[in-house]
């Protein structure tokens, strides 16, 4: 268990619907971090967000945006549902910019239909 | 921008021996960090190990160790001594850090080597 939680862990829904992700970085982490990971995209960095402050953007759609709260846990937003935004989402969290490692979480599948 | 090739999409080891995994990268950097992962059939991301661009000598942890190649931009996984429970997709993942501030970034992924290991 790497301390990371994520939630939910399976989400299903229908094309052109909303969905938010939600993720709980390890105590005393300031730094989370999305990736997708897709069949034909691999796993990519979406965002990356710094004591509640946007730090750094990936190849992430318009569609999407993410936000970090005061209490530091972190929401995914995913609207305008495609097929091809089915994916399993990860969150990964590291303790401040300076250490290198990332603590990934158990990830959150999407299926859209 | 950096780029990570994992050019072996499988790969099987029977258990007890030992399987070398390939990666290489490019970027224009000279700092930075590079990182195997494994993600076992749960999904779960786990870190396997770690390598810094300016340390010379091989991470090791446990049985597994890399070879770095930095001119080259090579960095190859070897497990000794392999065991059922190494059966996963393995991940080779790049991060650009700032030397001086120490400021890491984003991880950008290869695209995995599934390795089974057998009876």
């Known amino acids: 268990d790497s301390g990371v939680t994520q939630t939910p862990k399976h989400l299903i829904t229908a094309t052109g619907q909303r969905v938010t992700l939600r993720c709980s970085p390890r105590?005393?982490?300031?730094?989370v971090y999305w990736y997708q990971q897709s069949l034909d995209q691999g796993l990519q960095f979406l965002i990356q967000y710094y004591n509640g402050e946007e730090r750094a953007k990936g190849n992430i759609l318009e569609r999407f945006s993410a936000q970090q709260f005061p209490d530091l846990h972190s929401e995914l937003n995913l609207s305008s549902l495609e097929l091809g935004d089915s994916a399993l989402y990860f969150c990964?969290?590291?303790?401040?910019?300076?250490?290198?490692?990332?603590?990934f979480g158990p990830g959150t599948r999407l299926t859209v239909l | 921008a950096q780029t990570v090739t994992q050019s072996q999409p499988e790969m099987s080891v029977q258990e007890a021996e030992t399987v070398t995994l390939s990666c290489t990268y490019d970027t224009s950097e000279n700092n930075y960090y590079l990182f195997w992962y494994k993600q076992p059939p749960s999904r779960q991301m786990i870190l396997v190990i770690r390598?810094?661009?300016?340390?010379?000598q091989n991470a090791t942890e446990n049985r597994f160790s890399v070879n770095f190649q930095k001119a080259a931009k090579s960095f190859s996984l070897k497990i000794s001594d392999s065991q059922l429970g190494d059966t996963a997709m393995y991940f080779c993942a790049f991060m650009k850090t700032t030397r001086n501030t120490g400021t890491a970034s984003k991880l950008t992924f290869g695209t995995g080597t599934r390795l089974q290991v057998t009876l």
């Open positions: 105590s005393g982490d300031l730094s």
């Open positions: 990964a969290s590291s303790v401040d910019l300076q250490y290198n490692e990332q603590f």
């Open positions: 390598q810094e661009a300016y340390k010379q």
